[in-house]
């Protein structure tokens, strides 16, 4: 059984860089057609979709947050993390991390990690 | 504004059927793009529910299952039971936005 787990701090300053590791326990983050995804969601709202990577470093990104986000892979580790940048009071969110497809020729976001709580505060 | 449109709340009573629609466009669910649906329990994180429009994961119940037609989809709950309250999201792919996009989710309520 796949298990995804966030770490990271759980509070940064604005204009600070928000830095999130997801661990990956229960097979290798190498096997497989599978994208590593991160999701954030603002208490009380909608999920939204941040951006997506597979072992090869094929990377796509939310265009709303493209210019702020990277995302990379550590095989070695079994790990995938998210960088966010410039971040403002409007980045305070849960982020999930999770493994996206295929199933059946579909592409569901079929594991996640519990969450990680961020705020961005002063 | 949500890509996909859903219902803020929906109720019923143990043992009822209830369905929660999820409207988009012709760059997402109308494009023939995949639907799937996630229940979030309280202070949890989302659980696959239905994946490919209308397919159950394994240890999902059958009381749980999904249609798409058109520009829309939903997912339909029979047999209500009180453990089913909690938020679901439809979920697609938007060729105009080049990415995943959610629903704004919907809030189920046994009453």
């Known amino acids: 059984q796949v298990q995804l787990q966030e770490s990271g701090p759980g509070l940064v300053k604005p204009s600070q860089t928000l830095s999130l590791t997801c661990t990956v326990s229960g097979g290798s983050i190498s096997s497989g057609d599978y994208y590593w995804t991160w999701i954030r969601q603002p208490a009380g709202k909608e999920l939204e979709w941040i951006g997506r990577?597979?072992?090869?470093?094929?990377?796509i990104y939310n265009p709303s947050l493209r210019s702020r986000v990277t995302i990379s892979v550590d095989t070695s580790k079994n790990q995938f993390s998210l960088k966010l940048n410039s971040l403002t009071a409007a980045d305070t969110a849960v982020y999930y991390c999770?493994?996206?497809?295929?199933?059946?020729?579909?592409?569901?976001?079929?594991?996640w990690g519990q969450g990680s709580l961020v705020t961005v505060s002063s | 504004q949500s890509v996909l449109t859903q219902p803020p709340s929906v109720s019923g009573a143990p043992g009822q059927r209830v369905t929660i629609s999820c409207t988009g466009s012709?760059?997402?669910?109308?494009?023939?793009?995949?639907v799937h649906w996630y229940q979030q329990l309280p202070g949890t994180a989302p659980r696959l529910l239905i994946y490919g429009d209308t397919n159950r994961p394994s240890g999902v119940p059958d009381r749980f299952s999904g249609s798409k037609s058109g520009t829309s989809a939903s997912l339909a709950v029979t047999g209500l039971q009180a453990e089913d309250e909690a938020d679901y999201y439809c979920?697609?792919?938007?060729?105009?936005?080049?990415?995943?996009?959610f629903g704004g989710g919907t809030k189920l309520t046994v009453l």
């Open positions: 012709s760059s997402n669910i109308g494009a023939g793009y995949h």
């Open positions: 999770a493994r996206q497809g295929p199933i059946s020729s579909s592409w569901p976001f079929d594991y």
């Open positions: 990577i597979n072992t090869s470093w094929n990377t």
């Open positions: 979920q697609s792919y938007d060729s105009s936005l080049s990415g995943w996009v």
